[in-house]
């Protein structure tokens, strides 16, 4: 049911230069990801196998940095650690310029690597700071959605970049990314720096953060919506060229519902979702994402060449729905589940959880793969099931969960007294 009356917009005016930071930040790192691999062969020496080696050493090194700078943003803000981490992104992508060793390469991606780690560790902050309660499941879609066109736009580019092939082009692409950085780091001045206000309890630390039971459970459930995420780039284009044999196109057939989709659709979709409980669409979000492995393997079973490719961009597109649904709402639930003065530590570790999948899930997810069609979208169902029956576990215990989508009264209701209460009417999220 659609209640326009309730549906509330993020104000860009107020907060232009930040959403202008994140498109940046999202543009270069769009133009790098895809021909990270390719630059490293063309512009030094060493083998697959050694750059390989390298970036995931550093991807591993990076893991505890999150969980590290946590106490920082609760003792001095998001802000500052943001920035800090915008200067070692800048650094790392300049070193790219001159690497020729393995070593080399691993401490730049380090660089690289653990400033994406405290970014995401500060977003949910930020994002919690400068959007009042009610407008932070809007604001969590329409960054989502920013950030998706964003890595789109960087990868178009880099798809015209890549076809001169030459090293001025490879070097070209790292300046402007180490710039993107730079530019995002002024962009980042003009951001307030919300810190916990006086008074307010930060005792117990990390132990008091590692013994809410409640807010582990949060953190579980970011861990099953992560490893779907990381299905899309690991496992679902394999499948479908590799495994089943369709036309190289299909890859990236899969991948523009989903661009077209978030970068569209996400903001829409939330407010379409005003006035429901998060819980509820968590767990359908991974009901969505559990349809979706479904269709995967029913296309194992056709034999129809046309119609194995339709059944796939189906899974596809269910599957996108998943992450429409759930990304806004999982970012939300974890941000406002956290006591303000211990946000910085609590976000930390529910980012950990993230990059503790995405450090697995290459593995784990082509390890399957190899092993079968039933193998892999099984498990993956699994993985669904166990995140749909944690969402309705916090639905039950975590008030953020409990609360509707929107957590404001709408303007309808706030003009006069009524009868009766109004059906529209929303409970306010606790944080």
């Not at 930390?348 to 390890?367: E, F, I, K, T």
């Not at 793969?369 to 993985?383: E, P, R």
């Not at 099931?385 to 009264?409: E, F, N």
Request: glycine content about 12%; aromatic content about 8%.
């Amino acid at each position: 049911m659609t209640i326009p009356d309730c549906t509330v917009r993020p104000s860009m005016a107020r907060h232009r230069r930040f959403v202008a930071a994140i498109v940046i930040d999202s543009i270069g790192t769009g133009v790098f990801v895809p021909v990270s691999m390719l630059y490293f062969l063309a512009t030094t020496s060493l083998t697959l196998v050694q750059v390989g080696a390298a970036l995931t050493t550093a991807g591993l090194l990076a893991l505890p940095v999150g969980p590290l700078v946590g106490g920082l943003v609760d003792r001095y803000g998001a802000k500052p650690v943001l920035q800090a981490a915008n200067l070692a992104q800048a650094l790392g992508f300049a070193g790219y310029l001159v690497v020729g060793q393995t070593w080399q390469i691993a401490v730049c991606a380090w660089l690289n690597s653990a400033g994406r780690a405290v970014f995401f560790s500060c977003y949910g902050a930020t994002v919690t700071a400068l959007a009042a309660p009610g407008r932070r499941e809007h604001w969590f879609g329409f960054l989502g959605s920013v950030r998706n066109l964003g890595y789109a736009l960087g990868g178009l580019l880099t798809a015209v970049a890549v076809s001169f092939g030459t090293h001025g082009v490879y070097a070209a692409i790292v300046v402007v990314n180490a710039l993107s950085y730079l530019t995002a780091f002024v962009l980042m001045r003009a951001v307030p720096n919300t810190r916990p206000g006086v008074g307010q309890d930060a005792a117990g630390g990390w132990g008091r953060v590692l013994r809410d039971v409640r807010y582990l459970s949060v953190v579980a459930h970011q861990l099953c919506f992560a490893i779907s995420l990381f299905a899309l780039n690991i496992a679902i284009p394999v499948y479908a060229v590799d495994v089943l044999g369709l036309p190289g196109w299909t890859a990236g057939a899969v991948f523009t519902p989903n661009t077209l989709m978030v970068g569209f659709a996400q903001r829409l979709v939330v407010g379409w979702l005003g006035g429901r409980i998060r819980s509820r669409v968590l767990a359908a979000g991974h009901a969505c994402f559990a349809s979706g492995y479904l269709l995967f393997l029913a296309a194992d079973r056709v034999a129809a060449l046309a119609l194995a490719v339709g059944v796939v961009l189906l899974g596809a597109i269910s599957y996108t729905f998943g992450e429409i649904v759930g990304g806004p709402l999982t970012s939300t639930v974890a941000a406002e589940s956290a006591p303000d003065a211990l946000r910085g530590r609590y976000l930390a570790l529910n980012q950990l959880a993230v990059s503790v999948a995405g450090a697995v899930a290459p593995a784990a997810l082509s390890g399957l793969l190899s092993t079968g069609a039933a193998a892999i979208w099984l498990t993956l169902v699994g993985v669904s099931v166990l995140g749909a029956t944690l969402a309705t576990t916090i639905g039950k215990v975590v008030p953020a969960a409990q609360s509707h989508i929107g957590g404001v009264q709408c303007r309808r209701c706030a003009q006069g007294p009524m009868p009766a209460p109004c059906l529209n009417e929303r409970a306010s999220p606790s944080s």
